[in-house]
């Protein structure tokens, strides 16, 4: 019998551990709570995701394949699995869109983006309440729409060479613009529900 769905994500094959976890209790967790299987290939880096039949969720071949890239992109599965949640998201961005293929120009952002002992990464981070992995040629950002957009300001604000100051003070502006947004869109979905009682 043909399985309900199906498809195949690349990770970098030095994840692939990460993936499958110490006697492959990450692996085995991952399909407990999400109702897939999990075929990886260690030599590619190929995961394939089949789902045998329709998840109770309609989003949940999605959120595992979020999952799965998050994996790939350097966060631990805990952080990962975030993403199975409906408010969480992740943002990957790739950083040769912005300096090119040099690896030194490579080596340089990543360094403005974690910031000495890893300051700045962690800055954005709390403020944000988001998780942030620099990994390889992307940095990839876990949260709530909300969070993330403000942490992706400050991110490409230094991406671009601004000035770590600057960069905040993008953010915090963002932030502010994000709650008040987020506030708004309760109050109309608090109205929507009186007038449905009403």
């Known amino acids: ?50 789902f045998p039949e329709r998840p109770r969720d309609p989003l949940m071949p999605m959120k595992l394949e979020s999952v799965i890239r998050a994996i ?19 943002e990957i961005i ?4 912005f300096v090119g293929d040099s690896k030194n120009a490579l080596r340089r952002v990543r360094g403005r983006l974690i910031g000495a002992g890893g300051k700045a990464r962690t800055y954005i981070e709390r403020r944000t309440g988001t998780d942030i ?31 770590h100051s600057t960069a905040y003070r993008r953010m915090e502006k963002k932030i502010a613009e994000m709650r008040e947004r987020e506030a708004m869109e309760e109050l109309l979905a608090l109205r929507e529900r009186r007038s449905e009682e009403a």
């Not at 620099?134 to 992706?152: C, E, F, Q």
């Open 72 to 90: 790939g992109r350097g966060f631990s599965p805990e952080k990962a699995l975030k993403l199975l949640n409906d408010e969480y998201m992740l």
């Open 133 to 163: 992995s620099v990994y390889g040629h992307t940095v990839s950002i876990i949260g709530r729409h909300y969070d993330v957009l403000p942490a992706k300001e400050a991110i490409i604000a230094l991406i671009e060479g601004a000035r």
């Open 1 to 50: 019998m043909p399985a309900f769905y199906e498809t195949t994500v690349r990770i970098p094959k030095e994840r692939v551990g990460v993936l499958i976890g110490t006697k492959g209790r990450v692996k085995r967790r991952i399909e407990e709570e999400t109702g897939a299987r999990l075929i990886v290939d260690s030599g590619t880096g190929e995961v394939r995701i089949v």
């Open 94 to 97: 790739d950083l040769r869109r």
